[in-house]
T-cell receptor, first 112, second 114 residues
Framework: GAGVSQSPRYKVAKRGQDVALRCDPI?????LFWYQQALGQGPEFLTY????????KSGLPSDRFFAERPEGSVSTLKIQRTQQEDSAVYLC??????????FGPGTRLTVT | KQEVTQIPAALSVPEGENLVLNCSFTDSAIYNLQWFRQDPGKGLTSLLLIQSSQREQTSGRLNASLDKSSGRSTLYIAASQPGDSATYLCAVWGSGAGSYQLTFGKGTKLSVIP
């Protein structure tokens, strides 16, 4: 079956622009996660949804970062007023509740 | 706060060699430990998941062990092949209420030379 998909795969933004990154989880997966992976680093947890409820947003680095999952399926990670330090790969993962996470290919964001 | 360290950061070996990748973590109160593979420009592919009650898992040429008391895991790759070239990431699952949260190491970049 289809895996986790993310779009766009690559995004170049000028400093100060807003961006929106989309994640389509595996159908039926209750849990959805966002991670940020800087160059040469491991992924770092950003936020977690169970259905439409955002249960943990402790990893969001600033109030410029906002995530939503309004109908409990597709999720969007929005970054306002992008800064150079936001340049990274943003990974989305989904899972049946309490089980192994399946990762998407990521969106590579470059802020110039 | 949980910290995960992977050694070495990079490794280059000739084809056919057996090799070991190391992972250590600071808080032994983990739920599970998972090894992933990441190819350039791609997402993470799960290789092995070791549940907290287990000490090792095997899949084909891969074997992962877990020693929670010492905060260590190793990934053993037998008879390495050029197709094994990738970055290998170790991740620990939190315990209790935070069990969904994965904490990753920085990875070991493996190059297998034909």
């Amino acid at each position: 079956g289809a895996g986790v998909s993310q779009s766009p795969r690559y995004k170049v933004a000028k400093r100060g622009q807003d961006v929106a990154l989309r994640c389509d989880p595996i159908s039926g997966h209750v849990s959805l996660f966002w991670y940020q992976q800087a160059l040469g680093q491991g992924p770092e947890f950003l936020t977690y949804f169970q259905n439409e409820a955002q249960l943990d947003k402790s990893g969001l680095p600033s109030d410029r970062f906002f995530a939503e999952r309004p109908e409990g399926s597709v999720s969007t990670l929005k970054i306002q007023r992008t800064q150079q330090e936001d340049s990274a790969v943003y990974l989305c993962a989904s899972s049946p509740a309490g089980y192994e996470q399946y990762f998407g290919p990521g969106t590579r964001l470059t802020v110039t | 706060k949980q910290e995960v360290t992977q050694i070495p950061a990079a490794l280059s070996v000739p084809e056919g060699e057996n090799l070991v990748l190391n992972c250590s973590f600071t808080d032994s109160a983990i739920y599970n430990l998972q090894w992933f593979r990441q190819d350039p420009g791609k997402g993470l592919t799960s290789l092995l998941l070791i549940q907290s009650s287990q000490r090792e898992q095997t899949s084909g040429r891969l074997n992962a062990s877990l020693d929670k008391s010492s905060g260590r895991s190793t990934l053993y790759i037998a008879a390495s092949q050029p197709g094994d070239s990738a970055t290998y990431l170790c991740a620990v699952w939190g315990s209790g209420a935070g069990s969904y949260q994965l904490t990753f190491g920085k990875g070991t970049k493996l190059s297998v030379i034909p």
